[in-house]
């Protein structure tokens, strides 16, 4: 099982960026889907999970209203829309397989992870 996190960049202070992942190994619908972040020098956090069907999601207050995740089963790809950010949204984001489970705040939960992809946000 692999995942293939992409879409990182540098944006200013109010800006937008769409991350990617994408799990190949194992059958979309058998899976649920987190993104996580780590800043520097910062524990590892929740950002938002989303089922396998995609009929449910989640996040961390921090994000809430500004975020947006979404599925795309076709193309075992899995979407982070962040808009509105701020420079506190500044890290190297993670996506993460529950593999049979439906996701969880939790990163322990996840049994497959990618690597990162870094998003700065400059004020």
């Known amino acids: 099982v692999q995942l293939q996190a992409s879409g990182g960049g540098s944006v200013q202070a109010g800006g937008s960026l769409r991350l990617s992942c994408v799990v190949s190994?194992?059958?979309?619908?058998?899976?649920?889907v987190g993104w996580f972040r780590q800043a520097p020098g910062k524990e590892r956090e929740f950002v938002a999970a989303v089922t396998w069907s995609g009929r449910q999601s989640y996040y961390a207050e921090s994000v809430q209203g500004r975020f947006t995740i979404s599925r795309d089963n076709t193309k075992s790809t899995t979407y982070l829309q962040m808009d509105s950010l701020k420079p506190e949204d500044t890290a190297v984001y993670y996506c993460a397989a529950d593999w049979r489970g439906p996701g969880s705040n939790t990163g322990a939960v996840y049994e497959y992870w990618g690597h990162g992809t870094l998003v700065t946000v400059s004020s």
């Open positions: 190994g194992i059958p979309s619908d058998s899976y649920a």
